[in-house]
């Protein structure tokens, strides 16, 4: 314990001098908190800005364009020529252009089909999926009032009608996100990640400068030459500081922003607990594995950036080719989407997550095949420090 302690207070001294362990750990989960629960505070994009080009000019076309700058995804901006409306789509002022041909309304009433055309700019995915699916509705939407209306010229009753536009009837159900809040979907994993990312290259970052600025020996004379109790004293403080983090953020997501959770906010700080953990024995297995500060960071880079891709929230893992799929194993923030998969959005509790938190605990034996190789580079420094 005395030595523990001992290799605590050189680590407390060392954060006192470095300010760069306070701005990489509390400072940037600040600031990203901020930024992403303020940039989707709204909770779903509004205002996408939509290209029109009016050529009829008719009363159906202004309808249907007062229609489309009426919902809340869609901010309608008029052109006067397809021209200058693509110009601005190539600078991407607009997502996506719609074009009005000439004689649109009276191709209608004479029944023979006429072209709506529009473009949609999909390099800006989520722009470009808004303004495809708010397009896409208006022209069913008018398409069915223009049907409506040539109905009860028929004589046609109004059930008959919706019977006929509308034959099979759709109940949807948003499971764990009913009002498609964009900002429960991406913050409740874009800031474990960031977590995580965190985690990952501080905790490299504070055992690799021992090896860089020649400082391990002292360390390990500290500890009485123990390369765990030299380990264990650093991380405790880390552990500590990254758990109250990691906390933090559970109790301004499900708390502060009352982001839906189905089961008790108690799984979740395990969830936390265990992610915050199995990134400090990634990091410890990386600074082992490859003891010069340069490579590793690079390497914790990499891998906490591929962590979000390998996650599944966006894409899922299942429609990966099976060669990726198994590499999701390796990523901690995998583990602890799956778990609140289960228990935030299904509140299974244990049953449901008892797969993913033995899996999130083995991540802790893995530095051990480690640590030896790590020993060796703390006493005796044979690693390029530059």
């Given at each position: 314990m005395n030595k523990l302690f001992s290799v605590i207070k050189r680590e407390l001294d060392r954060w006192r001098q470095m300010p760069v362990f306070a701005i990489g750990s509390v400072v940037v989960m600040a600031f990203c908190s901020v930024f992403y629960l303020t940039f989707l505070s709204?909770?779903?994009?509004?205002?996408?800005?939509?290209?029109?080009?009016?050529?009829?000019?008719?009363?159906l076309t202004r309808n249907f364009i007062r229609q489309l700058d009426a919902t809340q995804l869609g901010k309608v901006i008029h052109y006067s020529s397809f021209a200058s409306a693509r110009e601005d789509m190539q600078k991407g002022v607009i997502t996506s252009v719609c074009l009005l041909p000439e004689g649109m309304y009276a191709d209608v009433q004479a029944q023979r089909h006429p072209c709506f055309t529009f473009y949609v700019n999909t390099l800006y995915f989520l722009g470009g999926s808004l303004a495809y699916k708010d397009?896409?509705?208006?022209?069913?939407?008018?398409?069915?009032?223009?049907?409506?209306?040539?109905?009860?010229?028929?004589?046609?009753?109004?059930?008959?009608?919706?019977?006929?536009?509308?034959?099979?009837?759709?109940?949807?159900?948003?499971?764990?996100?009913?009002?498609?809040?964009?900002?429960?979907?991406?913050?409740?994993?874009?800031?474990?990640?960031?977590?995580?990312?965190?985690?990952?290259?501080?905790?490299?970052y504070a055992v690799g400068t021992e090896l860089k600025y020649s400082t391990s020996t002292k360390l390990l004379e500290t500890t009485g030459n123990s390369i765990i109790s030299a380990i264990g004293g650093k991380l405790i403080i880390y552990t500590a500081l990254f758990t109250?983090?990691?906390?933090?953020?559970?109790?301004?997501?499900?708390?502060?922003?009352?982001?839906?959770?189905?089961?008790?906010?108690?799984?979740?700080?395990?969830?936390?607990?265990?992610?915050?953990?199995?990134?400090?024995?990634?990091?410890?297995?990386?600074?082992?594995?490859?003891?010069?500060?340069?490579?590793?960071?690079s390497i914790g880079a990499l891998y906490s950036v591929m962590a979000f891709s390998m996650t599944g929230f966006t894409l899922p893992v299942e429609a990966m080719s099976e060669s990726i799929r198994g590499l999701s194993c390796i990523f901690p923030l995998r583990h602890y989407y799956q778990m609140y998969v289960q228990c935030g959005i299904y509140g299974t509790g244990l049953e449901g997550c008892y797969r993913e938190i033995i899996h999130m605990l083995v991540f802790l034996f893995t530095p051990l095949f480690v640590l030896p190789r790590l020993h060796k580079a703390y006493l005796y420094q044979n690693y390029p420090k530059k």
């Amino acid at each position: 314990m005395n030595k523990l302690f001992s290799v605590i207070k050189r680590e407390l001294d060392r954060w006192r001098q470095m300010p760069v362990f306070a701005i990489g750990s509390v400072v940037v989960m600040a600031f990203c908190s901020v930024f992403y629960l303020t940039f989707l505070s709204k909770g779903v994009p509004s205002d996408v800005p939509i290209g029109v080009v009016d050529y009829d000019n008719s009363t159906l076309t202004r309808n249907f364009i007062r229609q489309l700058d009426a919902t809340q995804l869609g901010k309608v901006i008029h052109y006067s020529s397809f021209a200058s409306a693509r110009e601005d789509m190539q600078k991407g002022v607009i997502t996506s252009v719609c074009l009005l041909p000439e004689g649109m309304y009276a191709d209608v009433q004479a029944q023979r089909h006429p072209c709506f055309t529009f473009y949609v700019n999909t390099l800006y995915f989520l722009g470009g999926s808004l303004a495809y699916k708010d397009i896409l509705t208006m022209i069913n939407l008018t398409s069915g009032a223009i049907q409506r209306e040539e109905l009860r010229m028929r004589g046609v009753d109004e059930e008959s009608i919706m019977g006929r536009l509308r034959p099979i009837d759709i109940d949807i159900h948003m499971i764990g996100n009913a009002t498609m809040n964009y900002g429960a979907y991406l913050a409740n994993m874009m800031l474990p990640g960031v977590l995580e990312m965190v985690i990952v290259i501080m905790i490299i970052y504070a055992v690799g400068t021992e090896l860089k600025y020649s400082t391990s020996t002292k360390l390990l004379e500290t500890t009485g030459n123990s390369i765990i109790s030299a380990i264990g004293g650093k991380l405790i403080i880390y552990t500590a500081l990254f758990t109250v983090l990691a906390f933090s953020l559970e109790f301004l997501l499900y708390g502060w922003m009352k982001f839906p959770l189905a089961s008790s906010v108690g799984w979740m700080l395990l969830d936390s607990l265990l992610l915050v953990i199995s990134s400090e024995a990634i990091a410890l297995v990386i600074i082992g594995a490859v003891p010069v500060l340069r490579f590793a960071l690079s390497i914790g880079a990499l891998y906490s950036v591929m962590a979000f891709s390998m996650t599944g929230f966006t894409l899922p893992v299942e429609a990966m080719s099976e060669s990726i799929r198994g590499l999701s194993c390796i990523f901690p923030l995998r583990h602890y989407y799956q778990m609140y998969v289960q228990c935030g959005i299904y509140g299974t509790g244990l049953e449901g997550c008892y797969r993913e938190i033995i899996h999130m605990l083995v991540f802790l034996f893995t530095p051990l095949f480690v640590l030896p190789r790590l020993h060796k580079a703390y006493l005796y420094q044979n690693y390029p420090k530059k």
